[in-house]
């Protein structure tokens, strides 16, 4: 079993920076593959990020493509994502997931484990 807790949410102006880190529980880590999904009031919960093994297979949705990045830290059992440029449409509960293999998907339902989710808010 795998738990997840995500931190680094807030409020922040469009145009600024926050740092989400996710971090994860047990000592395989390293097998995880890491994504970062977030949700809007009334709409369905979307891909962000994700990176595979070794920091390996990184990939972006097309909304945050330049403007977020996504690291992770083995020795920490943490993966993060750096998020930059925000802007308000980017305004959403944020959550962390994990899957056994190599890689990511994109899909929810490719992940089995999920955090509790952090709350960014982004004003204009």
């Known amino acids: 079993q795998v738990q997840l807790v995500e931190s680094g949410g807030g409020l922040v102006q469009a145009g600024g920076s926050l740092r989400l880190s996710c971090a994860a529980s047990g000592r395989t880590f390293s097998n995880l593959a890491m994504g970062w999904f977030r949700q809007a009031p009334g709409k369905e919960r979307e891909f962000a990020a994700t990176?595979?093994?070794?920091?390996?297979?990184?990939f972006f949705a097309d909304s945050v493509k330049d403007r977020f990045t996504i690291s992770r830290d083995d020795a920490k059992n943490t993966v993060y994502l750096q998020m930059n440029s925000l802007k308000p449409e980017d305004t959403a509960v944020y959550y962390c997931?994990?899957?056994?293999?190599?890689?990511?998907?994109?899909?929810?339902?490719?992940?089995?484990?999920w955090g509790q989710g952090t709350q960014v808010t982004v004003s204009s």
């Open positions: 990176i595979g093994w070794s920091g390996s297979s990184i």
């Open positions: 997931a994990a899957r056994w293999g190599a890689w990511g998907g994109r899909s929810p339902s490719e992940y089995d484990y």
